[in-house]
DNA sequence: GGGCGGCATTGACATGTATCAATGACCCTC
DNA sequence: GAGGGTCATTGATACATGTCAATGCCGCCC
């Protein structure tokens, strides 16, 4: 038990906006907190209800969802080891938050955390940092979904990946031909995620791959070889006019 | 100017995040602040820059940028009256933020908002309400981009005018037919936030009209007639299946 | 007043993507 | 090992949307 409480707090200290805490406030946050475990696709929070604690997560995946009128849900957003979710000095949440994969979280009770917060002046700045971050990531994510072209938020959503979760080796992983990335949630979710569908996710996918920017190891494994190439498809399809280029001079020197 | 200083602090209080707000603090805050003026296109807030105030909108509306690295700008939100922007305890700003049109803010000097928020610990749950609402907006936005039709995105939006812009008359009115909403950007600008091109959003807009769900007063003006439509509009595309099925009634009622 | 430039709109066309249907791979259970 | 389920993939097709081009409207400046 002294084990687990030591290993929380490790993986806390691992996650950078709170990484600004002093030491003592760590030992009070050691007391504080409670190790839960979740399985895939079981609700951590329901939406609009009322939600006693606050969440860090320490591993696996979750995802944020909205529920639409219709019964059906949208992604909002995923979260990882280190991100703290739920909502402080309120605790009605807007959003549903289920497990995307077998799940660890450590969790705060919300009257405890609030007042830790008031007592100590010094961890303000970092939870008000911390709430920047998190609203600069879901304007991440818009940039990625105003992207017209399928291909493009693949290719967002990739970089976005590698920006986010450096470090987190589950998720991760550096290797001589370039970048492995471990898709945690299925096609399906991905496509919704992505407001598309699980079909063009597959084909843009190859696509990508058919133009040896990105390896499909596996389903759920990219391993992405050519990180410039996949920016400009992010970005514009640049690459596509690179694209047809390569593919007119190809033909231009089989023709004679 | 004493005059003008009243005028911020009502424009202040009548924005809900903040409204919890003690009477003593807003005190401070009316000593404070500065009201600056902006002209349409002009830049408030450069990315990566530092800058030294929190601001306030009293007046107008800003829009909030990415600069890719093609150049274009991508829009990630709208600011209106009683919004805030400026990042707490950090300065450099990770979008710019320009007027869309004319434009009257008040700026806090940061430094000042930054002590008088760690000296009086009941400002603090506001301001952390205040990011965490702001949170779900950007989520709302999120949603919105995802829907995969062009219709419902626009339905979408025009939904969030309502819900967001409640209480701003110049922005929106009640009316006996119906909600009008003014559209406070450009057809170009409006394309650019919904991830699409103005063709599509003057298409989609005379598609909804067709249908009786929106009046176009004028481009920038839309009289919203039907709520419920528009509604199911923005969540599925439901409403297609009743135009298709009062068109068969129709086509079934000329035809003997 | 006339010319100019920006903006909204419309049409025609090409392209991308949703949709439907079918297949194969994998995992789990029996 | 057989059977049923989910998931990723692929193909064919219809539809929505991007793209290009042309028009008309309006405000601005000379």
Same mark, same amino acid.
């Given at each position: 038990? @002294? @084990?687990?409480?030591?290993?929380?707090?490790l993986?806390l200290v !691992?996650?950078?906006p709170?990484?600004?805490?002093r030491p003592e406030?760590?030992?009070?946050?050691?007391? #504080?907190?409670?190790? !839960?475990?979740?399985?895939?696709n079981?609700?951590?929070?329901?939406a609009?209800?009322?939600?006693?604690?606050?969440? =860090?997560?320490l591993?696996?995946?979750?995802?944020?969802?909205?529920?639409?009128? *219709? $019964?059906?849900?949208q992604i909002? $957003?995923?979260?990882?080891? $280190?991100?703290?979710f739920?909502?402080?000095? *309120?605790?009605?949440?807007?959003?549903?938050?289920?497990a995307?994969? &077998?799940?660890?979280i450590?969790?705060?009770?919300?009257?405890?955390?609030?007042?830790?917060?008031?007592?100590?002046? &010094?961890l303000?700045?970092?939870?008000?940092?911390?709430?920047?971050?998190?609203? &600069?990531r879901?304007?991440?994510?818009?940039?990625?979904?105003? %992207?017209q072209?399928?291909v $493009?938020?693949?290719?967002g959503?990739?970089?976005? #990946? =590698?920006?986010?979760?450096r470090?987190? *080796?589950h /998720?991760?992983?550096?290797?001589? @031909?370039?970048?492995?990335?471990? /898709?945690? /949630?299925?096609?399906?979710?991905?496509?919704?995620?992505?407001?598309?569908?699980?079909?063009?996710?597959?084909?843009?996918?190859?696509?990508?791959?058919d133009?040896?920017?990105? &390896?499909?190891?596996?389903?759920?494994?990219?391993?992405i070889? *050519?990180m410039?190439a996949?920016?400009?498809?992010?970005?514009?399809?640049?690459?596509?006019?690179i694209?047809?280029?390569?593919?007119l001079?190809? %033909?231009?020197?089989?023709?004679?």
């Amino acid at each position: 038990m @002294e @084990e687990h409480r030591k290993e929380t707090r490790l993986s806390l200290v !691992k996650s950078t906006p709170f990484s600004q805490l002093r030491p003592e406030t760590w030992d009070a946050l050691e007391v #504080m907190c409670r190790v !839960k475990s979740y399985r895939a696709n079981q609700t951590v929070v329901h939406a609009q209800e009322r939600s006693y604690f606050i969440g =860090c997560v320490l591993s696996g995946v979750l995802r944020m969802e909205k529920t639409l009128a *219709d $019964g059906r849900a949208q992604i909002v $957003g995923l979260l990882v080891q $280190g991100d703290f979710f739920g909502r402080v000095f *309120d605790g009605i949440a807007e959003f549903s938050i289920e497990a995307a994969t &077998d799940t660890e979280i450590c969790a705060f009770p919300r009257a405890e955390f609030e007042a830790l917060l008031t007592q100590s002046p &010094d961890l303000e700045p970092a939870v008000l940092l911390n709430a920047a971050n998190e609203l &600069d990531r879901a304007r991440e994510w818009l940039i990625i979904l105003s %992207n017209q072209k399928i291909v $493009g938020r693949i290719a967002g959503f990739l970089l976005l #990946m =590698c920006s986010r979760f450096r470090g987190i *080796d589950h /998720i991760l992983q550096p290797r001589p @031909e370039g970048v492995e990335v471990k /898709i945690p /949630i299925s096609r399906g979710d991905l496509a919704h995620l992505l407001g598309t569908r699980p079909e063009s996710i597959s084909r843009s996918l190859h696509s990508l791959s058919d133009r040896g920017v990105i &390896d499909i190891l596996e389903p759920d494994r990219i391993l992405i070889r *050519d990180m410039k190439a996949l920016a400009l498809a992010a970005d514009e399809d640049e690459i596509e006019a690179i694209a047809i280029l390569q593919k007119l001079l190809k %033909n231009h020197r089989t023709e004679p």
